[in-house]
């Protein structure tokens, strides 16, 4: 914290800032079209948050701990997501949603498996790496398995009619529902919070991002934690298709792909360094909520769809600058140190 002359402290920290812009675009946006604040919108910019934010979650586990971007996420979903509805369809399952969420898992830890196999293996780049599975991936989904639209099963069904609350407002009389995959964001964000926050293997996932040397040296198993990390974001994309393909109400494999960069964008607002080592799930969720605003609310105030696109590339310019001069400064501040501590040393001896 910064602190000055009249005794106000300064946050440093980004999300600080995402959040001020947030109220203030909140407040601008409702000044204008009185509808920001209505409890329908307000569902619907929960509601379009789901996914994204269980993306976020992959993006930010694989820049903390890697330093580099996973860009796979999408086609693991796409394509766990296709697997666990053919094969609840073929076997003509009807029992329990959380079965369909497990074969969907199983496919997408094996996913992720393999894009840290081959990162820890052959020590590629993550973005490298990402991008080849990616191509792989979309290959087997579109030609070895030929997918297509398809029909959601009834257990599918039954849970993508299934909604946690429902609200109707009043003057417009248009009503929105916030569907129970809501519930499996929270609990995911307390799951990955719980452990990145307080266990050994959180703290290990830090620090192999931030120097994997010191992080060796310090005892933590580097190739492992790279490894699982790659694993779990497979587990945890292919979660986010399931969700995504029961909140549609059908499966259609071409809605999963491009949304890649826009979720990297958000949580590089929300303060995740490219580097590795820094990021928090607050700020991934902040960052979320930022561009879920400028995609779905600036409409409310007569922004044209092709003016939203140039606002969210703006926003993803300056969170990235950010992000690059936030690195430059911890470099800078590291050399520095030391420089001193080597002074230091030298004068003692």
Known sequence: MKRLDIGIKIPKQVEFYVFIIIIVLSVIIQAKSGLFFTNNNIMDLLRSMIVPSIYAICALLSFVSTGGPDVSFPLIAALSSHLATTIT???????????????????????????GWIIVKYKFPTLIVTLGTSSIFS?????????????????????????????????????????????????????????????????????????EISAQRAGFAVNKIIFGVLAVNGAVAAIAGVCYTVMSRR?????????????????????????????????CILGTLLLTIVSNSLILIGVSVYWQKVFVGGIIIIGTAISAIQSRRAAKLSQEREADNYAVRKEIT
Do not use: K, Q, W
């Not at 958000?266 to 360094?273: D, E, F």
């Open 89 to 115: 369809i073929n076997i003509g399952y009807d029992g329990s949603i959380i079965c369909v969420f497990l074969i969907a898992v199983f496919f997408g830890l094996l996913m992720g498996a393999l894009n």
């Open 139 to 211: 290959g087997l989904l579109l030609g070895a398995f030929g997918a297509e639209r398809i029909a959601l099963p009834g257990v599918m069904m039954r849970f993508a009619r299934a909604s946690l609350l429902t609200v109707r407002n009043a003057e417009t009389g248009l009503s929105s529902s916030l569907p129970f995959t809501f519930l499996i964001l929270v609990f995911l964000y307390i799951v990955i919070y719980l452990v990145l926050n307080f266990t050994m293997v959180g703290r290990g996932v830090y620090a192999v991002g931030g120097d």
């Open 251 to 283: 499966y259609l494999p071409t809605e999963f792909a491009g949304t890649e960069m826009t979720v990297i964008a958000a949580v590089i607002l929300g303060g995740v360094r490219l580097t590795g080592g820094v990021g928090t799930l607050r700020g």
